[in-house]
């Protein structure tokens, strides 16, 4: 279910972001710092499943993924994004995750991540990730949702 962002004339209002966590506190925290930014949809997934069936039916802006989930992790379920993304269309994701090991920031990387989000996430560190990784998309432009 989406929720709408009750602040006008920002920049992402016509924007939909998907935060995929299993942890439900997680993907609350993500929701509220998400609002502030201004995000006019956010839609939530407790994990790659639920997440491919909201990417599905609604192809978001922007994704926020952890990477340990089951039945689906965060990889596979970039990979099939990565799969799904043809004709131009590149969806920025950034994953969420306390894991930040050399060989998993390298294999993110081979999976076409955008960046990454050092659980806890801050304010300060989500606007400048999230700027990063909306840069290919026209955000002052209005976009339908």
């Not at 439900?24 to 407790?46: H, S």
């Not at 596979?76 to 969420?96: D, E, H, Y």
Request: aromatic share 6%; glycine share 8%.
């Amino acid at each position: 279910m989406a929720e709408r962002s009750a602040t006008s004339g920002d920049r992402y209002k016509n924007f939909t972001v998907l935060i995929v966590d299993d942890q439900e506190t997680v993907r609350d925290a993500a929701r509220i710092l998400l609002r502030g930014l201004g995000f006019g949809a956010i839609l939530e997934a407790a994990n790659g499943e639920a997440a491919k069936e909201q990417f599905t039916a609604h192809v978001p802006d922007l994704i926020i993924c952890d990477i340990n989930m089951a039945p689906t992790n965060g990889f596979a379920f970039v990979k099939w994004v990565r799969q799904r993304n043809s004709g131009g269309l590149r969806t920025p994701i950034l994953f969420m995750t306390s894991h930040t090991e050399r060989e998993v920031v390298m294999k993110a990387k081979d999976v076409g991540i955008d960046g990454f989000l050092v659980k806890p996430v801050g304010a300060a560190d989500l606007s400048v990730r999230v700027e990063r990784a909306m840069r290919g998309y026209k955000v002052d432009a209005a976009r339908p949702s």
